[in-house]
């Protein structure tokens, strides 16, 4: 009887999808299915990226990396990478030296060390992709925060990322910490 009832299970749990939802139990999408990543509705927040300060060379790049280029702070921009380049999602410069200098305010190595190797993983048990959140999957995708006015959002950060559902006017919005640019679909 307890064989019957460890193969029912492992055939319960084959059979299973995950995906993960922060904020909410049910998300934005209507269909789960191809979402490995969403955000609750109505919360007036974005995903932030992390800033670097040279712009990644390595192997392990690819495609649909995003970043914010601070390699020259008055000059900081969100990028992604699409295989080949990296392609400009601001259009305008940002300025990540005031009112807070962001380029230096770090955690403390010595509470939680960060190895080269940190990341986490959704939609496979490991990935060859270098990041610092990856979603590994062939099929499915992350549906971005959603808001309907980017001025509903009370102190954006440098790197956020969302998508405005307004009325004649759906886009994806993107902070480079001084201004918002946004992109039509």
Same mark, same amino acid.
């Given at each position: 009887? &307890? ?37 609750? @509705? ?7 990226? #992390?800033?670097?300060? *040279?712009? %990644? ?12 280029? /601070?390699?020259? $702070? ?5 990028? !992604? !990478?699409?295989?080949?380049? +990296? ?11 005031? $009112?807070?200098? !962001?380029?230096?305010?770090? #955690?403390? #190595?010595?509470? @939680? $060390?960060?190895?080269? @190797? ?10 060859? /992709? ?14 971005? #925060? ?7 959002? %009370?102190? $954006? *950060? ?19 910490? *001084? &201004?918002?640019?946004? +992109?039509? %679909?």
């Amino acid at each position: 009887m &307890k064989n019957i009832f460890v193969i029912i299970l492992l055939a319960m749990m084959s059979g299973a999808q995950a995906q993960v939802i922060i904020g909410d139990a049910t998300g934005t999408a209507g269909d789960k299915t191809s979402v490995l990543l969403e955000f609750a @509705a109505g919360q007036n927040k974005g995903i932030i990226v #992390p800033y670097v300060r *040279s712009l %990644p060379t390595s192997n392990a790049l690819v495609g649909g990396s995003i970043i914010l280029d /601070a390699t020259t $702070p008055t000059l900081a921009r969100m990028k !992604y !990478y699409n295989g080949t380049s +990296w392609i400009d999602l601001s259009g305008q410069n940002g300025n990540l030296t005031s $009112p807070v200098n !962001y380029l230096t305010v770090q #955690p403390d #190595p010595t509470v @939680a $060390p960060e190895t080269a @190797a940190s990341k986490t993983i959704i939609g496979a048990v490991s990935s060859t /992709a270098d990041g610092v959140l990856v979603l590994e999957s062939n099929t499915k995708a992350m549906v971005l #925060p959603t808001v309907l006015d980017v001025q509903n959002i %009370p102190s $954006p *950060s440098p790197g956020m990322m969302v998508y405005v559902n307004k009325t004649g006017a759906k886009r994806l919005a993107v902070f480079n910490g *001084s &201004k918002w640019s946004f +992109w039509k %679909p």
